[in-house]
């Protein structure tokens, strides 16, 4: 069963437009949630997260929003650049609801950035 | 170097086999974790753990054993390699709410 969802393997771009990757959870215990970006043959790196609490967080050109009664978040890139294009995953836990420090990660969405 | 190290990168192996995995890391987190990355599924949790001598299994255990007898190593042991387990492996640790990863292994199981 697949906790953490990201429906779309991939998405092609235009650089300097906007990025928009969506996750989708089913653990209604979730209350942390991250993105981890990943170039090919490197480690995932963290990007940004977003607590329960809030709706919003931006960093730079990266915002996550996320709606909790839809249990949706979502990563958006303004603008774009070809070094956005790499493997991004979306990240759940539980951490402050239920103890657990496991993170529960989606299946990635590859982005490319075309310049 | 600070950070969060694997060895080898690559390593290829026969049916079999026992193989073992390292993870070396500088910052003295708590908790450490194994991943695998399989086309498909993402990121799978093997094993983590919270402390030294500390662990417990995560989505995808079987085959797989581990230890923590400091705290900086994480080492991650195949017993008997089996094709299925061929992957790509990630060592993580952790600082308050964010997981560092390290550059991954990749292993193939002939």
């Known amino acids: 069963d697949q906790q953490v969802k990201q429906n779309s393997p991939s998405l092609s771009v235009q650089e300097g437009r906007i990025s928009i990757l969506n996750c989708d959870y089913t653990n209604s215990m979730f209350d942390y949630f991250l993105w981890y970006k990943k170039y090919p043959a490197e480690g995932p790196t963290f990007l940004i997260s977003?607590?329960?609490?809030?709706d919003k967080n931006e960093d730079g050109r990266f915002t996550v929003f996320l709606n909790k009664s839809a249990k949706h978040l979502s990563l958006h890139i303004v603008p774009s650049q070809p070094g956005d294009s790499a493997v991004y995953f979306c990240a759940a836990s539980g951490v402050r609801t239920s103890g657990t420090y496991k993170y529960i990660f989606g299946t990635g969405t590859r982005l490319k950035v075309l310049a | 170097d600070a950070g969060i190290t694997q060895s080898p990168r690559y390593k290829i192996t026969e049916t079999g086999r026992q193989v073992t995995l390292m993870c070396h890391q500088t910052w003295s987190h708590s908790y450490m974790f194994w991943y695998r990355q399989d086309l498909g599924h993402g990121l799978r949790l093997i094993y983590y753990?919270?402390?030294?001598?500390?662990?417990d299994k995560g989505e995808v255990p079987d085959g797989y054993v581990v230890s923590r007898s400091k705290t900086e190593n994480f080492p991650l042991t195949l017993e008997s390699a089996t094709r299925s387990q061929t992957s790509v492996y990630f060592c993580a640790s952790r600082s308050t709410d964010t997981q560092y990863f390290g550059p991954g292994t990749r292993l193939t199981v002939l």
């Open positions: 977003i607590s329960s609490i809030k």
């Open positions: 753990s919270a402390a030294a001598d500390i662990t």
